[in-house]
C-alpha cells in the first residue's frame, strides 16, 4: 500500500467516526427533546415555563365622538387575573390567602374558596412566579372592585403583593351599525384601522404600544418580568366627528325605507353644511344575497366616498353654468326639442317624456331635464369649443377629488380631448352625466359651491383631535380662495335648481313649510357593456332652505325595481329620500325656524283641558323662553286665571287625563292596569271613566279617551 491509498483510507475512517458521532448526537437531542423526564417531568415543558421574550401590550385606543359628544366608538377593557405567589411575605400569604380564595370564588363562581386557596398556596409551594387564577376576563368595574382585595391593594408607599391585571380591549359601538362604514372597523388580529375613520386616522387613534420582557409561562400565559415605564402604554388620542347621530338616523332610516320598497340594489344619503362643510350624516346601504329578508341591507362599502359612476342629468347643472359663463344661452331663449327623439353622429338621444316637449327656454330644457336639450344648447358654441368646456369643468373642482380626510376617496374620472377613448360624441353624452366617473361626495361639493354662492368647500368630517384635554388638531373650513364662478351665474343656477322643485321633474316634493332647490338625475346602468333601459342609477341633490341654504344633501337609490319603469325615474325614487330626510332635519333644527317673540301670556284654559307633566314644561319653557312655568312638581293643569297648579293622581282612583298628550295619558293609565282606546286626534278632551272613581268599583279595564 502506498502512501496515497493509506491517506485515503485513514481520511474515510475519519470521515465515518465523525457521520457516527453525528448521528448518535441527533438521537440524543431528540430522546431529549421528546422522551426524557426529570422529574416526572419532559424537558421541553419545563423549558416553556421559563422563556422571556419581547412582548406587546396595545394602548388604549382613542375614542371617536359624535358632534354633540356621543359615542361612536370607544374601546372597552377587560383584564386576566392573574397571581405572582412568591412576592407576599410568608406571614402575609398565610394570613391572606383564605379571603382571596373566598373573594375568587365570589366573583367567578365557578370553584370553592378553597379550590382557590389551595390553587395559590400550591403554586407557592412549586415556587410558580405566575398563577392564572381564571381564564374568564372581568370587566373595568370588577377589577376597580379587585384592586382592593388582598395581594392586589397598593398604595403610594406599598405596591400589590403579587396580583397581575393585565388589560385586553375590545372596541365597542355604542349606537351598534350606524354609520359603520363611516366610522370603520378593526382588524381583529393586528388591532389596526381596515376602513373609515379608523383607518384614516390609525396613528392617533392607536396610542404607543408598550414593548417589555415578559416571562412566557405553561400554556403560553405572558407575566411582565417587571413595570417599568417601558410596559405602560401610552392612549390613542381622541377624534371629534362633525356626524350627528340625529340626521344620520334619519338618513338611514329613510334610505333604508326606499331600497325596501324599490329592492335596489344600494344607496346613500350625505347630509353637509353648506358654509362649513361639515358632514352632518354619510349613510350607506348594500342589499346582501337575494334581498328577500327583512334586514338584508347592510353597510359594507362607502358608495358616498368611493362609488363611482356616470351622475346622469345632475351633471347639467356644470353644463348650463358653463354655457351661462360665457354667456352664450338666455334662459328664456327658445329650444326646439320636437318629440323629444333624435341621432347626432350615431349617437341616440332621448328625452324621458316619450311624447317629448315641443319647444321649450333653456330654463325649462333645465327643468325637465330634456336630453335634446341639453344636446342643442351645447351644439350651439361648445361643440366647436371642446377643451373650453372641460376647462369650465376643471374650474367648478369636478375632475378632482374633494380631499376630505378619509381614506378611500375615489379619484373621478372626467373626460378631456386628450385622453384616450375621446370621440365625436364624447362632448354630447357628458353634457347629460354620461361618459364619466364621479361619487356622490364630488357631486355634492359641486352643488354646495352653488348653494354657497359659488364658493367651493371642502368636506369635513373631523372637526378636532384631543388627547385627554389637550388640543392636538382643529380643522378649520377649507374654502377655495377664488369662486367656481361668478355671482351672476351662481344666481341664475339658483333660480334654475328652485325651478326644478316648483315646475320640473322634482315638483311633487315642493314644501309649503319651507324652499328646496336641487336637480334629479337618472342614469341608465351600463351592464355586459351596453347601456341597459330600465336599469337606473339615481339621484337627487339638492339644498334648504332654498332661500337661505343651511344644508346640502344627495340621495342616491342604485338600481331600483318596479313593473312600471315611468316610476323609476329619480323624481319618483331619490328626491321623495332627500325630502323626508329634509322635512325631519327642519322640524329637529330649531334654528332654523323664526324665533318666538316673547311674550308675557299666561296659559289659557277655559275648559281646564291644558295639562302636562311638569318637568316637561319646565324643559320646554327653558328652550323657548316662556315665562310662566309651574311651581310644583308632578302632573299640573291650567287654571282659569291662568296659573298652572297640581293635579292629583291618587292611587286606587281614575286619574283625570283631560288636556293631556296621547302619550301622556296613555302612561297614566296603563300604569293603572287600564287598556286604552282612542278616538280622534289632538289631546284628551273626554274619558269615558270619571276622573276619580274608585278602581275597585269598575267592572271594565277598558278606558275610551276622545280626542280633539
Not at 362604514?181 to 384614516?200: H, P, Q, V
Not at 345632475?314 to 348650463?320: D, E, N, P, V
Amino acid at each position: 500500500m502506498n502512501i496515497k491509498q493509506d491517506i485515503i483510507q485513514r481520511a474515510n475512517h475519519v470521515f465515518y467516526i465523525v457521520i457516527a458521532l453525528a448521528m448518535c448526537v441527533v438521537v440524543r437531542l431528540v430522546y431529549v427533546q421528546y422522551f426524557q423526564r426529570f422529574n416526572k417531568k419532559l424537558w421541553r415543558e419545563r423549558v416553556a415555563t421559563t422563556i422571556i421574550q419581547r412582548d406587546t401590550i396595545r394602548a388604549q385606543r382613542g375614542n371617536i365622538y359624535a358632534t354633540d359628544g356621543s359615542l361612536l366608538a370607544t374601546s372597552l377593557p377587560t383584564y386576566v387575573v392573574g397571581l405572582d405567589p412568591t412576592m407576599a411575605k410568608q406571614d402575609y400569604f398565610d394570613k391572606k390567602k383564605d379571603s382571596l380564595g373566598l373573594l375568587l370564588s365570589r366573583i367567578f363562581g365557578d370553584r370553592s374558596a378553597r379550590d382557590y386557596t389551595d390553587l395559590v398556596s400550591d403554586a407557592r409551594a412549586r415556587k410558580r412566579r405566575y398563577v392564572l387564577l381564571n381564564r374568564r376576563r372581568v370587566t373595568f368595574q370588577e377589577r376597580q372592585y379587585m384592586r382592593a382585595w388582598p395581594f392586589f391593594r397598593s398604595t403610594a408607599k406599598v405596591a400589590a403583593r403579587g396580583g397581575v391585571l393585565r388589560p385586553y380591549y375590545e372596541r365597542y359601538h355604542p349606537f351598534g351599525h350606524m354609520a359603520e362604514r363611516t366610522i370603520g372597523n378593526l382588524d381583529a388580529k393586528t388591532g389596526r384601522g381596515l376602513m373609515g375613520l379608523e383607518a384614516s386616522f390609525q396613528p392617533a387613534l392607536a396610542g404607543k404600544n408598550a414593548v417589555g420582557l415578559v416571562e412566557v409561562l405553561s400554556g403560553g400565559v405572558r407575566k411582565p418580568v417587571s413595570d417599568g415605564p417601558d410596559m405602560k402604554p401610552e392612549s390613542g388620542m381622541d377624534l371629534y366627528t362633525t356626524i350627528d347621530v340625529n340626521y344620520q338616523d334619519m338618513a338611514e332610516s329613510a334610505l333604508r325605507s326606499a331600497l325596501e320598497k324599490y329592492n335596489a340594489a344600494k344607496g346613500c344619503v350625505i347630509v353637509m353644511e353648506v358654509a362649513t362643510g361639515e358632514i352632518r350624516a354619510m349613510a350607506n346601504l348594500t342589499r346582501q344575497g337575494r334581498g328577500d329578508g327583512p334586514n338584508h341591507y347592510v353597510e359594507n362599502f362607502n358608495h358616498a366616498l368611493a362609488g363611482r359612476t356616470d351622475p346622469g342629468s345632475t351633471f347639467k347643472l356644470a353644463t348650463m353654468m358653463a354655457l351661462m359663463e360665457e354667456k352664450a344661452i338666455s334662459l328664456e331663449q327658445q329650444v326646439a326639442t320636437g318629440g323629444g327623439s333624435m341621432t347626432y353622429n350615431g349617437l341616440g338621444i332621448h328625452d324621458a317624456s316619450r311624447a317629448g316637449h315641443g319647444t321649450l327656454t333653456a330654463r325649462q330644457v333645465f327643468e325637465k331635464s330634456s336630453n335634446v336639450g341639453t344636446h342643442l344648447l351645447m351644439k350651439s358654441y361648445f361643440y366647436r369649443r371642446p377643451e373650453l368646456y372641460c376647462r369650465y369643468l376643471r374650474q367648478f373642482h369636478l375632475d378632482k377629488p374633494t380631499g376630505i380626510h378619509m381614506k378611500g376617496e375615489a379619484i373621478p374620472v372626467v373626460r378631456n380631448p386628450d385622453m384616450k377613448g375621446w370621440s365625436k360624441v364624447s362632448l354630447t353624452s357628458m353634457s347629460y352625466g354620461y361618459e364619466m366617473q364621479i361619487t356622490p361626495l364630488q357631486m355634492l361639493a359641486f352643488y354646495n359651491a352653488v348653494a354657497n354662492n359659488g364658493r367651493w368647500v371642502r368636506p369635513m368630517i373631523v372637526k378636532r383631535i384631543k388627547l385627554d384635554d389637550q388640543l392636538i388638531e382643529e380643522n378649520t373650513p377649507f374654502v377655495l380662495p377664488e369662486p367656481i364662478c361668478s355671482i351672476q351665474t351662481v344666481r341664475k343656477a339658483q333660480e334654475l335648481l328652485r325651478g326644478v322643485v316648483i315646475r320640473g321633474t322634482a315638483k311633487h316634493i315642493n314644501s309649503p313649510n319651507y324652499a328646496i332647490a336641487g336637480k334629479t338625475g337618472t342614469a341608465q346602468k351600463i351592464i355586459n357593456g351596453r347601456y341597459q333601459v330600465g336599469k337606473y342609477y339615481t339621484s337627487f341633490i339638492g339644498y334648504f332652505p332654498a332661500d337661505k341654504p343651511k344644508y346640502s344633501m344627495i340621495s342616491v337609490v342604485d338600481t331600483p325595481q318596479g313593473d312600471n319603469i315611468d316610476l323609476l325615474y329619480a323624481g319618483s325614487v331619490a328626491a321623495p329620500v332627500f325630502k323626508e330626510v329634509a322635512d325631519r332635519i327642519v322640524a329637529y333644527d330649531y334654528q332654523m325656524h323664526a324665533p318666538i317673540r316673547a311674550k308675557n301670556s299666561q296659559p289659557r284654559s277655559e275648559t281646564g283641558l291644558m295639562a302636562g307633566y311638569a318637568d316637561d314644561l319646565h324643559t320646554i319653557s327653558s328652550t323657548v323662553n316662556l315665562k310662566n312655568v309651574p311651581a310644583t312638581e308632578g302632573w299640573v293643569e291650567a287654571s282659569p286665571g291662568g296659573r298652572w297648579k297640581s293635579r292629583p293622581t291618587r292611587s286606587g282612583r281614575v286619574p283625570d287625563v283631560r288636556g293631556l298628550t296621547l302619550r301622556d295619558a296613555v302612561f297614566l293609565l296603563e300604569n293603572r292596569g287600564f287598556s286604552v282606546s282612542v278616538e280622534g286626534h289632538g289631546k284628551v278632551k273626554e274619558q269615558s271613566i270619571q276622573p276619580g272613581t274608585n278602581t275597585g268599583e269598575i267592572s271594565t279595564k277598558v278606558i275610551t279617551l276622545k280626542m280633539g
